[in-house]
């Protein structure tokens, strides 16, 4: 295999359970040993999420956070600033002082992410990141990756949805019978290809279905809205995502094109295996 993410970038890798993506994903930030070859040109610093983050401690989220800013370099008041600041963007229930060991799965999740954001990485790796978060936070996750690209930083991922990986990526590397190859460069955060659709309770009658809006094709963000929501689903699936919202007594309020402003990234550092 051969693979290579520059500065400034945000790649998908895809594959089936078992094809080889986390064992891919942490001879990257270096927890793991290729058998041959080499990894050049790996940032200093390098924030990471694995696919299951552990948190038996019994520490609190903020004494973590505070605990591993600490180990990276930051005086205890500024990563525990740091560490606040993110899990108030997260919307961490519990808050802050929350036990690690009480958390949910997506609780720990967001802690996960958090600690990989405490410093600013110059490669920040996200093994199946939207696992278990919430509705809000997926939104978050996504400000996080953009940020990370937009400040100079590479962002590897893996997720198995198509419609996420198309959204957040500007290229992808798929795992195939042991071989890593390079599917696509073309970022599809294009305009023309996504909507807007802001959805309302109806003024009278059942309240509508609280759904799993992730779950359906094409649905690439929510948001919430008051009483309503907005979904970012690409066009392709518009019709089909409106058709189950109203079968599950949702209003339809707007529809609209999505406007995106992708701006220039950088490709100054490369990181090779």
């Not at 003024?203 to 979904?231: F, H, N």
């Amino acid at each position: 295999m051969d693979m290579k993410v520059s500065a400034g970038d945000a790649v998908a890798v895809v594959g089936t359970n078992g094809s080889g993506k986390s064992t891919l994903l942490k001879i990257l930030v270096g927890l793991s040993q290729p058998s041959s070859g080499t990894v050049s040109g790996r940032p200093p610093i390098v924030g990471y999420v694995p696919d299951r983050f552990t948190a038996h401690e019994r520490i609190s989220a903020i004494s973590y956070l505070t605990h591993m800013g600490r180990i990276r370099g930051m005086s205890s008041a500024a990563a525990r600033a740091r560490g606040g600041e993110l899990l108030e963007r997260l919307a961490l229930v519990g808050g802050p002082t929350a036990s690690l060991r009480k958390l949910s799965k997506g609780n720990a999740q967001k802690v996960a992410l958090a600690q990989a954001l405490l410093v600013r990485p110059g490669l920040l790796v996200l093994d199946e990141p939207w696992s278990g978060l919430d509705v809000s936070a997926h939104g978050v996750l996504g400000e996080f990756i953009d940020e990370v690209a937009a400040q100079g930083g590479a962002v590897v991922f893996t997720d198995h949805r198509e419609a996420i990986t198309g959204t957040h990526a500007n290229g992808a590397y798929a795992i195939t019978d042991g071989r890593v190859t390079w599917r696509g460069g073309a970022h599809t955060k294009n305009p023309a290809l996504m909507a807007d659709l802001v959805l309302t309770a109806p003024v009278t009658g059942a309240a509508p279905a609280q759904l799993d809006w992730y779950s359906l094709p094409g649905v690439v963000d929510v948001a919430r809205r008051g009483q309503g929501i907005v979904l970012r689903v690409t066009r392709e699936h518009s019709d089909t995502i409106l058709m189950t919202a109203l079968q599950h007594r949702w209003s339809v309020d707007t529809v609209a094109r999505a406007a995106h402003d992708h701006g220039s990234r950088a490709d100054t550092r490369s990181v090779a295996l």
